[in-house]
């Protein structure tokens, strides 16, 4: 009613249309996103300090979010050379001094003969020429499993092919979606905006998170006799934040209870290529899907943020459907095309993602020189730290088996839940954290930001600082570990 | 309850969760886009006969959509050589030949210092180098009006802005937001997505689509009348599809009005360079709320997809707050925040559209013989196109005197109207356009796509076709106009 009663209301009292409480969607109010919460903001400010102030550490250390490039790691020569020469065509002009390699020059000219440069809004979905690429490549990744170009959509980043997904399957607050705990924010964001209601499933972090089968049968039951109708269930592999490996049995016991339960397989895989031990390779879940004939519905997410590349900033995803209604399918089109279309460097990029330079091109060499270089120094770091931060007193941290995380447990004396408690914190490891980025200026998650088991302490970390710099993070965090353990004992 | 009774569905009688009707959200499945909706689908079909099938033209002219570059616009030299650099700094070295014009290297040089470069996630609101660059450019555009960085707001697009906004003003289906008729389908879109209530207003077009204050008057207090609590006011200037562009005294009343009723302008500014007569310039919402000493809150949004740039792929836009409650805006960081931020690329194109080389740059003069040229165009255009199109019978067409796009009206036959009907489309102008489509190649949008007067038929067109082609455009919807005519007569 804020409209009627406002026009009463007297010129010299100003009041607002936009403000906290009654005057906004209260579901929008409602989302919480920790990866750029409360410590990302502190951690600013105190960055803007840096110069001026006297501070315990010369620089902020951001390990709160998966963003390579930000702390140090280089983009690849080809995708950059590639993203160039689309963007400024002229460069391939022989005045420009052939400043490309002859491979380089090829994948331009082909993207542009198959489209309208990257000024030109495409398809909603993306590209075709990109789209029909992108199957190829899954069709190969997938040991044949045939991929149709028709049921792959490109998106800014992956998250807006999960808000597009999400919000369709949504219909009320009536409506479940089953969501790993610990989780990655992105999925209780989105069900908070939508209205929906997150039915959580604990990861068993006493067995490397796996995937429990009887958990998820007893959440899904637990929801049902609520009332809630549970229609997908979200599965992170490799995991965000807990780093674990999905191994095929656990895969097909999930796809079995999804045909079942008829529930919507959401499988973000956008860690696919950041898998560090051999006897887990990543296999998605379509060729599980596909190999058991399971009729399940799925939609699988990938991005170029992640990998190797690590090429956050050009927001470039896409979403491949399986086994969806017709009828779904073009209105997923629609719901995509009142943004138009996801931007086109993005999309050159996902071609250049699933289509690296092949065996004899000029690229290859080096291109796999610095993919090499990349992964080989993720998984160093990756088991540096899992194992730095297991010789803490009171933390037990699992390996990292593939992304770039690491969720170490850690125990909370008593005085420090209190003192959290006093200071209105949502959980003791919120202090943890605040306290451990103005002792150190390393910036982590607080385990509370991803959920996890009542009474236990987390927080999520990235291994991403160059490879000179963990072991300093793994001793100042020690350090100021035994600095917080002592001050509340 | 699609979970619990598919518990019992026999595995042979497959269902899917995700279905039409009541299997999904129902205010996204009411979404509608008639931008590229039923009358492109059918020119990217009629595309894919072209070569095999013989049709009565050789190619599919789209003027469906401000899509400039996909007709054959260029993109400016000067933007696609600092994207490059950015992307690829290794071409700034020597041994790459000095590719580039120094102040395209200085400007690269200045983006990639203040920021992780193209690849890493940037702050959640955009690089904020970027954000300082674009207030000081407000400032100038405005003619000292003060404009702050923290206002500003760099999205992927204008459309991830507009909903954004939206999503936080809609409460429920009582809330109300004033919406132009005929409008652009972005902002029906995502009323219907969020469950908001339209209430349209009609530009009046015997008066060149002008905005009647009594017609604002009395399409808010039927709309309270009805319960309806109206929250804001979309107002898009230069006019989409009708291209009108908004008097100072008219836009003072628009923003009394506004500040009398409590209503959020919602000012859609994107065509703001897109103005050809000179006696009605520019003049932006902030400038007249400003010096009105109006409080009243405001978002203006812009983009680099139009102007004369027209660079619709990467997906650049912004938008810029004003008098907006403190936690409003730290709500806006919080939503976009969750998509992490806009592709950086479209962050950097934004830089470039507000602050173009200045006299004495190298590329100053480059970049202003490649603006002229193309504005100059549009402008030719602009009028070629009203002039022809009141030539033919029975259709009335106002000047374009901003934007894209002209929106004439057509008389339609009652035997049309009959066929139409009879063919269960929404509207006469469906029928028009289709046979358009069919005869010429030409796709346009139905001007029961953007909302009209009841009884009334129209039709939107761009005139982006090259200057070359826009005779034959105009010869061939005349043949078609007279055609049809004869055909319903």
């Known amino acids: 009613m804020t409209s009627r009663t406002s026009v009463a209301a007297v010129p010299s009292v100003p009041r607002k249309v936009l403000t906290e409480g009654s005057g906004v969607n209260k579901s929008i109010a409602a989302i919480e996103y920790a990866v750029r919460g409360e410590l990302v903001l502190r951690a600013e400010a105190l960055a803007k300090q840096l110069p001026s102030v006297d501070l315990p550490f010369d620089k902020i250390v951001y390990c709160n979010i998966g963003n390579p490039q930000s702390v140090g790691q280089s983009p690849i020569t080809f995708v950059r050379q590639v993203l160039a020469g689309v963007t400024c065509p002229s460069l391939l002009q022989p005045e420009s001094g052939n400043v490309f390699p002859s491979d380089v020059v090829k994948r331009v000219t082909d993207v542009l003969a198959a489209s309208h440069g990257v000024?030109?809004?495409?398809?909603?979905?993306?590209?075709?020429?990109?789209?029909?690429?992108?199957?190829?490549?899954?069709?190969?990744?997938?040991?044949?499993?045939?991929?149709?170009?028709?049921?792959?959509?490109?998106?800014?980043?992956?998250?807006?092919?999960?808000?597009?997904?999400?919000?369709?399957?949504?219909?009320?607050h009536n409506d479940g979606v089953l969501?790993?705990?610990?989780?990655?924010?992105?999925?209780?964001?989105?069900?908070?905006?939508?209205?929906?209601?997150q039915v959580g499933y604990y990861l068993d972090e006493e067995n490397g998170?796996?995937?429990?089968?009887?958990?998820?049968?007893?959440?899904?039951?637990?929801?049902?006799?609520?009332?809630?109708?549970?229609?997908?269930?979200?599965?992170?592999?490799?995991?965000?934040?807990?780093?674990?490996?999905?191994?095929?049995?656990?895969?097909?016991?999930?796809?079995?209870?999804?045909?079942?339960?008829?529930?919507?397989?959401?499988?973000?895989?956008?860690?696919?290529?950041?898998?560090?031990?051999?006897?887990?390779?990543?296999i998605s879940f379509k060729k599980v899907t596909h190999e058991m004939g399971a009729d399940v519905e799925l939609a699988s997410f990938h991005s170029v943020s992640k990998g190797v590349m690590g090429e956050c900033g050009l927001r470039g995803g896409y979403m491949e459907v399986v086994n969806m209604d017709r009828y779904i399918?073009?209105?997923?089109?629609?719901?995509?095309?009142?943004?138009?279309?996801?931007?086109?460097?993005?999309?050159?990029?996902?071609?250049?993602?699933?289509?690296?330079?092949?065996?004899?091109?000029?690229?290859?060499?080096?291109?796999?020189?610095?993919?090499?270089?990349?992964?080989?120094?993720?998984?160093?770091?990756?088991?540096?730290?899992?194992?730095?931060?297991?010789?803490?007193?009171?933390v037990t941290c699992n390996r990292s088996?593939?992304?770039?995380?690491?969720?170490?447990?850690?125990?909370?004396?008593?005085?420090?839940?209190?003192?959290?408690?006093?200071?209105?914190?949502?959980?003791?490891?919120?202090?943890?954290?605040?306290?451990?980025?103005?002792?150190?200026?390393?910036?982590?998650?607080?385990?509370?930001?991803f959920l996890q088991k009542d009474g236990t302490y987390h927080f999520r970390t990235t291994f991403l600082p160059p490879e000179k710099e963990i072991r300093n993070v793994i001793t100042s965090m020690r350090r100021f570990h035994e600095q917080f353990m002592a001050k509340y004992s």
Request: aromatic share 8%; proline share 6%.
């Open 179 to 197: 969501i790993p705990i610990p989780q990655y924010p992105l999925y209780s964001a989105a069900m908070t905006a939508f209205g929906g209601t």
């Open 119 to 172: 000024g030109a809004y495409s398809e909603s979905k993306g590209i075709r020429f990109i789209r029909e690429r992108v199957a190829n490549a899954l069709q190969a990744r997938d040991d044949g499993v045939p991929a149709n170009p028709d049921n792959i959509y490109l998106t800014n980043g992956a998250s807006e092919a999960v808000k597009t997904i999400l919000s369709m399957l949504v219909r009320d």
């Open 209 to 282: 998170w796996s995937l429990n089968m009887d958990e998820l049968e007893t959440r899904l039951s637990d929801a049902r006799a609520k009332g809630i109708t549970v229609r997908a269930i979200v599965i992170i592999n490799p995991g965000n934040p807990t780093g674990q490996v999905l191994s095929r049995t656990n895969m097909e016991d999930v796809v079995a209870f999804c045909e079942r339960e008829k529930l919507v397989i959401l499988a973000d895989e956008v860690y696919q290529k950041n898998v560090y031990i051999p006897e887990k390779p990543f």
């Open 401 to 449: 088996e593939g992304a770039m995380y690491l969720f170490p447990r850690i125990t909370i004396p008593p005085a420090a839940v209190k003192a959290a408690a006093a200071r209105g914190m949502a959980s003791a490891d919120v202090l943890y954290c605040i306290e451990m980025l103005e002792a150190t200026g390393i910036c982590v998650v607080p385990g509370s930001g």
């Open 329 to 394: 399918q073009e209105l997923i089109y629609k719901v995509l095309s009142v943004s138009l279309c996801s931007n086109i460097i993005g999309q050159v990029a996902i071609d250049l993602m699933m289509t690296p330079p092949q065996p004899g091109e000029p690229s290859y060499e080096l291109y796999n020189k610095e993919v090499d270089e990349i992964y080989g120094a993720l998984k160093r770091k990756a088991i540096a730290m899992s194992d730095g931060l297991n010789t803490f007193e009171g």
